[in-house]
């Protein structure tokens, strides 16, 4: 089993910046249940998750969704597969919880992140932007 524990979330002022990260532990050498893609996945209230970025481990190929590009940088160190999320220039449409996920691949659906293959999950951190 793997954990994935996310850190970071707060709140700012629009326009402002914050910076999550995830550590994942556990058995993340189980070939079984192999990790390829890590990254991040947001819900707002009433609204259903989506995919924020994601970056493979095998070769830290990225995917955004449209709506971060530009603003969003997600990156992972090496050695222990910690993955970072780097939001700037925020606005209120970002607030949301952010999920940490890792999976056997990173899915795209018209060259956005989705969850598919996404098999373990973190508990969420807050973001809240206001106005």
């Known amino acids: 089993q793997v954990q994935l524990v996310e850190s970071g979330g707060g709140s700012v002022q629009a326009g402002g910046s914050l910076r999550l990260s995830c550590v994942p532990s556990?058995?993340?050498?189980?070939?079984?249940?192999?990790?390829?893609?890590m990254g991040w996945f947001r819900q707002a209230p009433g609204k259903e998750r989506e995919g924020v970025a994601t970056?493979?481990?095998?070769?830290?190929?990225?995917y955004y969704a449209d709506s971060v590009k530009g603003r969003f940088t997600i990156s992972r160190a090496k050695f222990n597969n910690t993955v970072y999320l780097e939001m700037n220039n925020l606005t209120p449409v970002d607030t949301a919880v952010y999920y940490c996920a890792a999976g056997g691949g990173c899915a795209v659906v018209a060259g956005a992140p989705v969850r598919f293959g996404m098999y373990y999950w973190g508990k969420g951190t807050q973001v809240t932007i206001s106005s």
């Open positions: 970056i493979s481990t095998g070769d830290d190929r990225t």
């Open positions: 556990g058995n993340t050498g189980n070939s079984h249940n192999r990790i390829d893609c």
